[in-house]
């Protein structure tokens, strides 16, 4: 039986996100500091907008914050502990925080191969007992300030991708776009 490594931050020094790489090519990482500790996990780019849209919407229900921003940025080197699968957000009002819970990607069995797609119908919807998941999660309190800060930091850091296409929406890389509305 395995055991569930859990972190836990409350209060943390810091909690972030960044990427590493060029537009259209990022690594999408959250980070989070207390004191010499420091845990980066990697996440894909629609966690990090969502979490951040959501913590925006909290933000902004709970009344005037001024956010508790953090100028560093991610630490290097980036040493991954794990990838995000689930997200969790909770609120509590009365004490103002915000309590995050990233769970680990579960490792999907990869053995079988398969010559076409009725193969494919034979494993859709499988357990989620097949998946290798290591129970790893790390959950992070922040006051609301924090949680403020972490949304405008993730809409910057999304801002600042390819811009997107202004007749499909699609993203536009360096080397051009073959939008599918031009045809």
């Not at 537009?23 to 990697?42: C, D, H, M």
């Not at 490792?107 to 357990?127: C, K, R």
């Not at 999304?158 to 997107?164: A, F, I």
Request: some cysteine; aromatic content about 6%; glycine content about 8%.
């Amino acid at each position: 039986m395995n055991v569930a490594e859990s972190w836990t931050f409350e209060h943390p020094d810091r909690f972030t996100c960044g990427s590493i790489g060029e537009p259209g090519r990022r690594t999408f990482y959250l980070q989070i500091r207390n004191a010499s500790e420091i845990v980066t996990l990697k996440a894909e780019k629609e966690q990090v907008r969502v979490l951040g849209q959501y913590l925006a919407q909290v933000a902004e229900q709970l009344g005037p914050v001024d956010p508790d921003r953090d100028v560093v940025g991610l630490v290097e080197p980036i040493e991954t502990l794990f990838v995000v699968g689930d997200v969790g957000v909770a609120t509590d009002v009365d004490a103002g925080e915000v309590v995050v819970v990233l769970e680990e990607l579960p490792e999907w069995p990869l053995d079988e191969e398969f010559d076409d797609a009725d193969d494919l119908d034979d494993v859709v919807g499988f357990a989620d007992e097949d998946a290798e998941s290591t129970g790893r999660s790390v959950t992070i309190t922040v006051p609301i300030a924090q949680a403020a800060a972490f949304s405008e930091v993730a809409a910057e850091l999304l801002q600042s991708g390819r811009p997107p296409c202004r007749l499909c929406g699609a993203p536009i890389n360096p080397e051009g776009h073959a939008c599918p509305r031009w045809n």
